[in-house]
């Protein structure tokens, strides 16, 4: 898709070939007020059974260790569902056109401490694991991908008010 909206090529694939940014900024050209709001890859609550941590959970009860690569010291920005939704709403009602923003709680918890809670919760230790005992996710877990918010919050007078990603873990509603 272009800026005016206009389709380049053919099928889904052909309209993702613009940014989402970019897109955003053609729409406010055209009076639409658009904002992107990015989501870390770490969004969590109860309810959650396909996302990222019920995924290292599976992972762990399939293996029989609750894992992270190299030291864990690699970080996942995370917010709470809650929170995401809030940001979204508040996006809609009030974000200046053309806004980026950032769903974001939890700056960077490192992946020892994820492991760490998953372990205890399901009676397994926690350990370094080679990159490819997680399959696609082993790539992602090696790198560091601390995230901010920052900006977000200080534009809409957001704050996460959700329980962040160790607490949210420790509620138990993953291991049922």
């Known amino acids: 898709m272009t800026a005016s909206g206009d389709q380049e090529g053919e099928g889904l694939l052909a309209s993702w070939s613009v940014s989402t940014p970019g897109a955003a900024a053609g729409m406010a050209a055209r009076g639409v007020r658009p904002a992107v709001a990015r989501l870390p890859q770490t969004v969590h609550g109860d309810g959650d059974q396909h996302g990222f941590i019920a995924r290292m959970i599976g992972i762990a009860r399939d293996t029989g260790a ?3 690569v190299g030291d864990g010291s690699s970080r996942r920005p995370a917010v ?8 979204f709403r508040l996006a809609a009602e009030r974000a200046p056109a053309g806004s980026a923003l950032h769903a974001v709680a939890d700056d960077g918890v490192p992946t020892r401490d994820i492991a760490g809670v998953i372990g205890r919760h399901l009676n397994l230790p926690a350990a370094s694991l080679p990159a490819e005992n997680f399959g696609f996710l082993g790539p ?16 809409l ?9 160790i607490e949210d873990l420790d509620k138990g509603h993953y291991f049922g």
Do not use: N, Y
């Open 140 to 155: 992602i877990l090696a790198i560091d991908q601390p995230a901010s918010s920052a900006l977000t919050r200080e534009l």
């Open 66 to 68: 609750s894992g992270h």
């Open 80 to 87: 709470h569902v809650l929170d995401a939704a809030h940001l």
């Open 157 to 165: 007078g957001r704050r996460p008010i959700q329980p962040g990603l």
